[in-house]
């Protein structure tokens, strides 16, 4: 990284063992050098710039160290750190201790990402690029290893608490979870650090006139190292270290969360350069073309039925392949149509549980919904096929006059489909109300000033988002066992019969309209959720083949995505966050460089 530069010193020759002794300046000769023999110790030199920056302990030294009276006598001081960190002098070409590295990198046709000239983060030239990859891969190698720990032990707690719990074996520790996945997120960041240096270095290189001649021989060879994107896509490769971590569901759920986000920053940028709406011409005879708008009603909401359509037809059919836990939750604000067994229930009957009333759901569409033949009225036949005994306790109460087989197990007390719908409303939508009145009042706690501030402001978004939420969540269930009792009225028996889930999905999904504003992140996670699903019920059908550490790769190429969209217009990450996290990645500091960028441009304009 280059540096600048600045005002020339006198260089200190103090001993920094032995600070009392005066140094002893002599003019150097013509034609020789002035030799300096550091007596800094290289294990603590190192062990210091791989810990610590000098501007991070002159921080550390202001508001902690300096407090304390003990602690300032004992601790050293902000010079003699810095010069310990440059080897035991301060005058250097880059300006003193006390000088600002500047850091850049090629930025020449990228648009909002701004010219990466901040400052890196460290002082004096002991900071180099390479001490701050090696210390922030130690960082987060620390903070991995601390956060897992944190987590088994909780997980492990509140396992010990249920019953019959089964003691966990204990695994040695260069195979701990903890430890791969530590190791795997440092060894990427180090490494793609390592490789974006290196090949902006090399594309600097071949840009320079001296390589002419190479890039007249390689002329394809030169157009891909040269790519403003090379750099972006060739430090990618170093996702290929999220292989360390051994191959569990969560290096699936990173996977995919990665190129959910990098696929969502390709979509603004297409969406900023017009490649998605196209363009119009500028009205009021002014001439030229302008973007066209997006749709009012075009958002992310619009995938919540796909998914939830999804995850229901796997979850019926192909349960080891969904996300169970999410639909027990469901299948417990289910009351009106999943019905508990009653008080006086005679002993030796078995009553059927949620998932096993699933089961039978489930087998009814594969015999095409059979109709219903009330056992009250028929007392000496066979009214149930033998695959569906298991319901038998619901379907022998069941009214005359239903005449569903579905219906008579998810409502066998009311003939009526509607009033059986209206009864769900009325009864869960208080009880959900009254548990997100309760959640989200816990979130809006860190708000508290603003409570202070407007208190009618934050009931009226608190209250508006509970209505919202709990209407969605209401409706979406409701509408799931509403649908079958509706296919079951208008469709023929063999017409969709297993379908009829994904399409009551799809309909219990469109309730995502209520909450499309501000329901993104819920939506987001559904979709991610359920393209896990459809990925294990492909291989499981065999629609198509798993390919060995195929997630790996899926975040490689997250990652090429994310620094090609960065490389191209950083603005397109819509997050400020989400820009400084991808400057950090690559070492250019944690600073948001579209926002630095637009306010040059002000300036220069002013």
């Known amino acids: ?55 991070e302990y002159e921080t550390l030294h202001k508001y902690v160290l300096s407090r304390s009276r003990l602690l300032r ?26 000088a ?55 997980v492990a707690r509140l396992t010990a608490r ?7 074996k204990k695994q040695s520790f260069y195979k701990s979870t903890g430890l791969r996945l530590s190791l795997s997120l440092s060894t990427i960041l180090l490494l793609y650090r390592i490789l974006f240096r290196f090949l902006n270095r090399l594309r600097a290189h071949l ?22 994107f090379a750099p972006a896509v060739g430090a990618s490769l170093a996702g290929l270290a999220l292989g360390i971590f051994p191959a569990q569901q969560l290096r699936v759920t990173v996977a995919i969360m990665a190129i959910f986000r990098a696929l969502e920053f390709g979509w603004n940028l297409f969406e900023d350069e017009g490649l998605i709406w196209g363009w119009k011409a500028r009205g009021g005879g002014k001439g030229g073309m302008v973007k066209r708008e997006r749709p009012w009603w075009w958002g992310s909401w619009m995938l919540q039925p796909f998914a939830f359509g999804q995850l229901l037809h796997a979850t019926v059919f192909d349960r080891e392949s969904s996300p169970v836990g999410l639909f027990n939750v469901m299948w417990k604000s289910s009351t009106p149509y999943i019905h508990d067994a009653p008080q006086n229930l005679p002993t030796g009957i078995e009553w059927p549980n949620a998932w096993e009333i699933v089961d039978n759901l489930a087998q009814m569409a594969k015999l ?21 005994t298991a319901v038998a306790p619901l379907t022998a109460q069941a009214h005359p006059l239903i005449a569903s087989l579905s219906c008579a197990t998810l409502h066998p007390a009311d003939p009526s489909c509607l009033r059986t719908y209206l009864t769900f409303w009325v009864r869960s939508f208080p009880r959900m109300g009254r548990f997100f009145l309760l959640f989200y009042s816990v979130l809006m706690l860190p708000r508290y000033k603003m409570l202070y501030n407007s208190p009618l402001n934050l009931l009226n978004r608190l209250l508006s988002k509970v209505l919202r939420v709990t209407t969605f969540a209401t409706g979406s269930i409701s509408t799931v066992w509403a649908s079958l009792c509706f296919f079951q009225t208008w469709f023929p028996r063999t017409f969709l ?39 294990k019920v492909g291989v499981k059908r065999r629609w198509w083949r798993a390919m060995k550490g195929g997630d790996v790769w899926v975040f490689v190429l997250a990652l090429a995505i994310t620094g090609a969209v960065y490389e191209r217009d950083a603005r ?24 630095d960028e637009d306010e040059e441009e002000a300036e220069k304009e002013e």
């Open 207 to 228: 840009l320079d006139p001296s390589a002419a001649p190479f890039r007249s021989r390689n002329p394809r060879t030169s157009q891909a190292l040269t790519s403003p």
């Open 368 to 388: 095409n919904w059979p109709p219903f033949v009330s056992p009250t009225l028929f007392p000496n036949q066979q009214t149930l096929p033998l695959s569906l």
């Open 572 to 595: 397109a990450i819509r997050d400020s966050r989400g820009r400084k996290v991808v400057s950090w990645v690559r070492g250019a500091g944690f600073r948001d460089w579209g926002v």
């Open 497 to 535: 019969p297993t379908q009829r889930f994904f399409l009551g999905g799809f309909l219990a999904g469109l309730w995502a309209w209520v909450e499309r504003k501000e329901g993104r992140s819920l939506f987001l996670y559904s979709a991610r959720t359920s393209v896990d699903s459809l990925w």
């Open 100 to 154: 600002k590295r500047v850091s850049r990198t090629d930025s020449d046709t990228s648009k909002g990402k701004g010219k990466e000239k901040a400052t890196s983060g460290g002082t004096g030239k002991g900071d180099t690029y390479n001490a701050r990859a090696i210390r922030d891969a130690l960082r987060v190698f620390i903070a991995a290893g601390i956060g897992t720990k944190v987590y088994e032990t909780v």
């Open 1 to 55: 990284m280059d540096s600048e530069a600045g005002p020339s010193k006198v260089p200190d020759l103090t001993s920094l063992e032995n600070p009392n002794q005066s140094a002893t300046l002599s003019r150097p000769r013509a034609n020789s050098k002035s030799k300096q023999k550091s007596t800094v110790d290289p294990i603590l030199r190192n062990a210091l710039r791989y810990t610590i920056s000098a501007r």
């Open 73 to 98: 006598k004992r601790v050293p001081s902000i010079s003699t750190v810095e010069k310990y960190m440059d080897g035991g002098s301060s005058g250097s070409s880059d300006g003193g201790g006390g």
């Open 162 to 168: 249920k019953e019959g719990a089964a003691p966990k």
